[in-house]
């Protein structure tokens, strides 16, 4: 085989290994938004009932809801998301620590869609969770999950 043919291969085998990786970062995409989807799906639950049936404020309200899914999606993430990674209670504090960020931008969404351009807060609330999610999986990647099962 002559030194072309195996600068091809060489290439091929490249263009395989950055598939596989892409596929796996696209899987752990996939799976953190899986997560986040049932955490959102709780906090929407939790903040209707402590707004509408217990009468409390819907940013008290949304601040119960987002703890109850952040120790949702930290639970789910550590066994299922990031598997391979180190799970711990300092991670756990990271996970807090580094989603009262995301709580900032949901909470700060959910004021101004509800109270600002007067939309429903259940809606508001669904959109502040889109807004917050980059930030939470960019932040979660670096900071939480860092380190690999050894």
């Not at 799906?41 to 809801?65: K, M, P, R």
């Not at 990271?94 to 969404?109: K, Q």
């Amino acid at each position: 085989m002559n030194i072309k043919g195996r600068s091809g291969i060489m290439e091929r085998m490249l263009e395989m290994d950055n598939l596989s990786s892409l596929l796996r970062r696209c899987s752990r995409l996939l799976k953190y938004c899986v997560v986040g989807g049932s955490g959102a799906v709780i906090g929407l639950g939790i903040l209707y009932l402590f707004t509408d049936i217990v009468g409390l404020h819907y940013l008290a309200s949304n601040a119960i809801a987002f703890t109850c899914s952040v120790s949702n999606n930290y639970l789910w993430n550590s066994l299922w998301t990031f598997k391979d990674k180190k799970a711990s209670p300092i991670g756990y504090l990271r996970y807090v620590g580094t989603s009262l960020i995301g709580l900032g931008v949901n909470t700060l969404v959910l004021w101004f869609y509800t109270s600002i351009v007067g939309v429903w807060y259940m809606l508001s609330a669904a959109i502040a969770i889109v807004c917050a999610f980059l930030v939470n999986y960019t932040l979660s990647k670096k900071f939480v999950w860092i380190r690999s099962k050894v």
